[in-house]
């Protein structure tokens, strides 16, 4: 917030060299303009930087979010795609930029659980970062590759029941990251042994599960419905309260007996932590309205990512709520070790 100072009365000598006014009021607006740092905000380009390869939700959401900047309010927003680390590598980049606001990094849920999963970051996500907005937020599908013998979650879980422990496979996005909290939750949940398989992106994974490469996986729904659609692949079941729009033939899974399953993924942007308010501010209000562009919301919802924006407070309180209510996370520190490559 800007305060202006409160106005002087003239002084005699001001009042007899009018000659000096142009330079007092030159003066003031320099010293106006440096308490203002969003007044000539970007002052470059804007770098959203996305900790996965093309191709996923995340990067489809970056891309439309700089498209709009740039028609709406003729920013020059360059998306860039910086992967490893289960996103560590990005978001390290982003706290050691300079602290303007001309990078910004896209998380999703993994920003709140890399801190309980790995303890030894090179970041402190409450102290290195200034949340911008929320952006989105995505279901969870089990799908599988046709040749599996399932065709809803009562056949999966008795296919998987009747296996041998560490048999099956499922392949998420990343070592430790939100889709693998999310296999590891379901087979705790209904008392299997599953093999987690790490990839780089969510295209990645649904390349691999298509070619049968890999046979299942719960992931965020994302670029799956097409394939199921087509008959490439099989969705079993969905999380959430309601069946999707893009799949609505499949049920969730409470609707199968399985309600205490139940997790979805956000997506959000963030600065750097010494970003003045005001450059937070303004972003947060362009980026709000870029999300509630009638298109924007059809776009996104068509890959299953729903808009929400919000207050930069509202996004922070939502980060520290998940990281806090992730159930028995210290215990899951050795998945980040017991990946297969």
Not at 8 to 26: D, E, N, V, W, Y
Not at 150 to 174: C, D, H, Q, R, Y
Not at 259 to 276: H, R
Request: aromatic share 8%; net charge positive; charged share 15%.
């Amino acid at each position: 917030e800007i305060r202006m100072r409160q106005a002087a009365p003239f002084s005699r000598r001001a009042m007899i060299a009018p000659a000096s006014a142009p330079a007092l009021a030159l003066a003031s607006g320099v010293t106006f303009a440096q308490q203002d740092p969003a007044a000539g905000f970007p002052s470059k380009p804007i770098h959203i930087v996305v900790p996965f390869v093309p191709g996923g939700g995340s990067d489809s959401a970056a891309r439309l979010i700089a498209t709009k900047l740039t028609e709406t309010y003729g920013w020059q927003v360059v998306v860039e795609n910086r992967t490893g680390g289960n996103t560590v590598i990005a978001t390290q980049q982003v706290a050691k930029s300079p602290p303007d606001g001309h990078m910004l990094l896209l998380a999703n849920s993994t920003f709140a659980i890399n801190p309980v999963l790995l303890p030894n970051l090179p970041y402190d996500t409450n102290k290195d970062f200034a949340p911008v907005t929320t952006v989105a937020v995505t279901p969870f599908a089990m799908v599988v590759h046709p040749s599996v013998p399932a065709n809803n979650l009562k056949e999966m879980l008795a296919i998987l029941k009747a296996s041998k422990p560490g048999e099956w496979n499922f392949a998420t996005v990343g070592s430790s990251g939100i889709g693998r909290i999310a296999g590891e939750l379901f087979a705790q949940t209904a008392g299997l042994q599953l093999q987690h398989v790490p990839y780089k992106g969510a295209a990645q994974v649904t390349q691999e599960m298509v070619a049968g490469v890999v046979k299942f996986t719960i992931d965020p729904v994302g670029t799956y419905p097409p394939h199921v659609r087509t008959g490439k692949l099989k969705a079993l079941a969905v999380t959430g309260k309601n069946r999707l729009a893009s799949l609505p033939e499949v049920p969730t899974f409470a609707e199968q007996g399985m309600p205490e399953f139940d997790l979805s993924m956000w997506f959000g942007l963030l600065a750097n932590g010494g970003t003045p308010r005001p450059v937070v501010d303004k972003l947060n209000a362009a980026i709000n309205a870029v999300l509630a562009m009638p298109d924007v919301k059809q776009r996104l919802a068509a890959i299953e990512m729903y808009t929400l924006g919000s207050t930069p407070e509202g996004f922070q309180a939502h980060i520290t709520a998940e990281s806090q209510s992730f159930p028995n996370g210290k215990s899951y520190a050795k998945w980040a070790q017991t990946s297969v490559c």
